[in-house]
């Protein structure tokens, strides 16, 4: 059961139905004990999506007493914090559901597709139909590809290479995600480095393995299309060994 604020109160049912078709932006989050990764990147996200979106800042403070709010007593959650555009302010919508965890390990298969704006996480994007494509073909998620087979990131999360010496994110338009950012700098503290680099899809058979990382976790991945990849390395270690040392932040 999925628990539903918008700015502080629950919606009139006309209020829901028009967020339906809204434009905005969102953020989403795991929250353990009352406690979330990356906070402040949370919030600078809706920020500078809300001025570039919306035309409009976004307090900050506002946001987490809505977040703590819509928790009330709830220690574990999946939440999310979406911001529509409406006459006057935008409407800021807190949505609580059950904690989630990202499956693992994962098969991808490429769909030719970017979403318009990617540093952006809109509501409305085409991504979903190509999800649920793959997962009737048997895969789980899709791997987003442009031009040339450039790979940029999956419906849901980043994606991440490695090439024996460093991890290599796609240079390609894409979401800088929260969990990416934070792995970054951990992975850079234990001394792995990250590099951005251009990564087509006939590329992947030579790397050395791959994983997702997104707010529910990270996953390896064993597939994308017909190409296997191996799911026991050094760099996988070392992203989960970087991924569970991460700190929690008070909401």
Request: glycine share 8%; hydrophobic share 40%.
């Amino acid at each position: 059961m999925t628990h539903i604020e918008i700015d502080g109160v629950p919606p009139a049912p006309d209020q829901l139905w028009a967020t339906v078709s809204a434009y905005g932006h969102f953020t989403a989050m795991q929250v353990r004990n009352g406690k979330v990764r990356g906070l402040a990147l949370h919030l600078r996200r809706l920020e500078a999506a809300n001025r570039e979106a919306l035309g409009v800042g976004l307090d900050g403070e506002r946001v987490r007493a809505l977040v703590r709010h819509a928790l009330g007593d709830t220690k574990d959650a999946s939440v999310r914090v979406y911001v529509f555009e409406v006459p006057g302010e935008p409407a800021t919508m807190v949505t609580v559901k059950a904690p989630a965890e990202m499956a693992t390990p994962q098969r991808l298969q490429s769909a030719h597709y970017q979403r318009p704006d990617p540093h952006i996480k809109h509501v409305t994007t085409d991504q979903g139909h190509y999800r649920r494509h793959v997962q009737r073909n048997g895969f789980d998620d899709a791997l987003l590809v442009g031009a040339n087979g450039v790979v940029s990131e999956s419906t849901l999360a980043n994606i991440g290479f490695f090439d024996g010496t460093a991890v290599v994110w796609p240079d390609a338009p894409m979401l800088h995600g929260i969990t990416m950012q934070l792995l970054e700098f951990e992975l850079a503290r234990r001394g792995m480095p990250s590099r951005r680099s251009t990564v087509r899809l006939q590329d992947i058979a030579s790397l050395d393995g791959s994983f997702l990382c997104s707010a529910r976790g990270i996953a390896a991945i064993t597939t994308v299309d017909h190409t296997s990849l191996p799911v026991e390395s050094q760099g996988l270690s070392m992203v989960a060994e970087a991924y569970a040392s991460l700190s929690w932040d008070i909401i």
